[in-house]
C-alpha cells in the first residue's frame, strides 16, 4: 500500500512537471512592448525661436517688392511686383532646409541648386557658361522656392522671387530666405530673401 502512495505521488509529480514546462510563458517585452520613436524631422519649417518683427527704414514705398528694413533689404515673391502682403507690418521666420534653385531670368538657365540651412542661410555662386562672352555689370536671378503644404502663399505672392546682383561672374552670393507674414494675420504670408554679396 505505502509502494503504492509512493508511486501515486511520483506519477502526479511528472505530470505537474510536463505542464510546466509546456505552459507558454509570457515574454515582458510582449507585456510591455519597447516604444517606437515616432517622431519625425520636421522639414522646410520655421526655426524655433527665429521670430523678428521687420520694421521698414527710410522713405520706401511699403508696397514696393524690395524693402529696406531692420534686417537688411529684403525682396519678395510677387505676382504684381509689389509687397503681396500689403503692408508695413510684418513678421519674418527663418526657414531652414528648403531647396532653392537659381536660374538667370533672361534665359531661364539653371546655374545653380542650394539648400538653406538651419538658420536659413543659403549661398551659391555663378560663373560665366562660355568664355569670350561680355559680361554684363548687372544681372537678374530667379530663385524658384520649393513651396510646401505648410506655407500658404497670400494672393498676390508666388514662391520665385527675381534678384539682381550687382557681378557676373563674382563671389559667392549669400542669403536668408524669410517666411513673412502680417502681424495681424499670420494664416497667409510670402517667402522672401535678405542679404547682399561678399563683394
Known sequence: MRLKMIILFAIITIISLS????????KPTELFPERQDTSVEKRGEPVPGAEVYIELEGDMDPYSSTLKTNIGPISFGSKTGKNPLKTSTLIGKRVSDIPITVVLTETDTQVA???????GEFSFEIVAVSQGRTV????KV???IIQRPE??????AINR?????????GPPYRFTLWWVTESAAQNRGSFAVSGKSDA
Do not use: R
Request: net charge negative; with cysteine; glycine share 2%.
Open 161 to 169: 522671387i527675381t534678384l539682381e546682383l550687382d557681378k557676373f561672374p
Open 142 to 144: 530667379d530663385l524658384l
Open 19 to 26: 505542464s510546466i514546462g509546456c505552459a507558454q510563458i509570457t
Open 151 to 156: 506655407f500658404i502663399l497670400a494672393e498676390d
Open 136 to 139: 554684363p555689370p548687372k544681372i
Open 113 to 119: 541648386q542650394v539648400t538653406t540651412d538651419k538658420n
